[in-house]
């Protein structure tokens, strides 16, 4: 067979150090260093401002009356840079700090970017929280929790409309309100052209030089399962140090100028460290990409990929799939994607080889060549940046070896490896959370992720580590045998793409593997109800059952024994909910919170309690 040709791409860590300590544990580490880390990230925004002053940094559509997109709104170098001392001054004379800091409640935009910088220039902390704690919940349980947390003495939202109710619900009168557009009723509301508007003096300046490695960033908070989430502490160490960590590993983020098309949230560590700070690492361009994965907001994302070339670009696996189903018929969304990236980047969930293939067709149809599609492990509390892939033959599960500078720690943990960090991108801890903190880290300092990984050739270290699932998903049947949930996970989604978005395996402490199936929208296809009917009608549909019951059967023809074999399925019509931490705002689903919340559906389906349960027919 033909070897697959690639684009090139060069990868910066290809080989490791392996060191044995004790009885079941191992060392493992890039075979290089980690090369001099900025003391601060604003470091790299006042050089580029000298640099590149007209050159873009941030742009993003403007948005129009009837709520569509118009044209692109751009923000210089230069122009962050002002903007960044006048904020920084702003805040500086609210006396703001990591015990007042700035929360910032609405979605990625031109103004969060800049309030962001002002924050980082003048060294006072921020925490951009999920939008969905404030528009989506109904209890605002999440948002009393960041604001008890944080204590923060000024919040940010963009639309006052939007966010008023959630403001007026957790926000004490002593918190200084700052919006976009709008006023909050009942409040004084400070606007964000009022703030700035603040003329910067030496003193923004000299609060910039006073910060350093191990000043307090930002904060962000963790997903939370069946916990409230904790305030992970970003110090200014951790993000330069993951920046130039990610160069090593991916040299392709300094070879030519950067383009970024993204729309990844900010609240979150792969939109908000990985790539925000990309950019202003290497003088590059964010264009903010007002989609998302969801039948409703893809076409906006399309639109800008039919537009920006990206030089690299990111996206979690749903938002690969779709943009896989509109290259195959889309002539110029091909064209100008395809033009200039040098490598696709998946994280957040499992990417299913139908989704992979795929892409490869149009990308050889198109450019004669594939795109890399590349990917890893981190977490928040490593930058996110952790562990990055070796070559461009990547199979789903892959990982790589470790970033320079990030030491690795194997632990056998009755049968599984799990994988502990330790490196100068790792968080110093959680905030005002002194034994969440302490039982992080192991003796030797090493962050337990959690996470389990196996060797993708166990006779050839350099070629690294693959996921095993995570620790905690695991279980046992009332046999004593073992579930691996991340593996058999990656397995269902595989065989029923494109139907299933995501599963939830079932059958703790019982005889049988059971899984609830999250289905896509491609389900809508299989039937022949009208566009509007219920998901619940389209998953009793008879060819929608019967398409599961292939699945299942297919399933079960390669399972080994009981705890790889799918005993009885569930289509479940209730998407999972951001209120009860079953899903992130990147989409991936919480396994430990759905069955925590749908505990009366896992028992029905083990009790037969359900109206349809498809079981194995072979």
Known sequence: MTAAKYRPLKFGVTRATLRDGDTGVHYLAADQALLPVPDRLTDRLVHWAKERPDQTLFARRVKNADGSTGDWQHITFAQALDAARRIGQGLLNR?????RPVLILSE???????????????????????????????????LHHVVKTLTPGLVFASDALRYSRAMLATLGDGVELVTTKGTVPGRDTTSFAALLATEPTPAVDAA??????????????????????????????????????????????????L?????????????????????????????????????????????????????????????FEAIANAMKTDDLLRKTLLSKVNMFFYAGAALAQPIWDSLFESQEREIGERIVMTTGLGMTESGPFGIFVTNPNVKAGDLGL???????????????TEVRYRGPNITPG????????????????????????????????????????????????????????????????AAGAPYIQDVV???????????????TAAVRNLSDLPADASLHDVLDHPAVLAQFQLIVNELAKTATGSANRIARMCLLADPPTID???????????????????????????AEGLRYIIKPQV
């Not at 969060?112 to 002002?118: E, I, M, T, V, Y």
């Not at 470790?402 to 599984?416: A, H, I, R, S, Y």
């Open 259 to 319: 383009v970024l098309v993204d729309w990844l949230p900010w609240n979150h560590t792969f939109g908000g460290n990985h790539n925000f700070g990309m950019v202003i690492y290497h003088g590059g361009t964010l264009y903010i990409d007002d989609g998302k994965p969801t039948p409703a907001l893809m076409n906006e994302t399309l639109r800008n990929l039919r537009e920006i070339a990206p030089t690299v670009y990111f996206n979690v696996p749903t938002g």
């Open 95 to 99: 006396g703001l700090s990591a015990e």
């Open 108 to 142: 990625n935009d031109l103004e969060h970017a800049l309030l962001a910088l002002g924050c980082l220039y003048a060294g006072v902390a921020y925490c951009p929280t999920s939008p969905a704690y404030s528009l989506i919940s109904q209890d605002f349980d999440k």
């Open 580 to 606: 009860r931490g079953e899903v992130t705002d990147k989409g991936s689903i919480n396994q430990r919170a759905v069955l925590t919340h749908r505990a009366d559906t896992v028992a029905k389906l083990h």
């Open 402 to 416: 470790p970033t320079p500078g990030l030491e690795l720690k194997l632990v056998d943990m009755q049968g599984k």
């Open 505 to 519: 395996l079932t059958g703790i402490n019982l005889k049988e593997v059971g899984a609830m199936v999250f289905p």
């Open 430 to 493: 959680y905030w005002r959370q002194p034994e969440e903190t302490a039982e992080a880290f192991d003796e030797e300092g090493f962050f337990k992720t959690g996470d389990a990984v196996k060797w993708i050739d166990e006779t050839d270290v350099h070629m690294g580590l693959k996921f095993d699932g995570r620790i905690a998903e695991d279980f046992k049947l009332a046999t004593g045998t073992f579930v691996s949930v991340g593996p058999l996970r990656g397995k269902i989604i």
């Open 208 to 257: 910039m030089a006073a910060t350093g490695p191990d000043t307090i960033a930002k904060f962000l908070f963790t997903s939370g399962s069946t916990k409230m989430p904790k305030a992970v502490i970003n110090t200014q160490r951790l993000w330069c140090a993951n920046q130039q960590q990610m160069t090593q590993s991916m040299p392709v983020l300094a070879e030519k100028p």
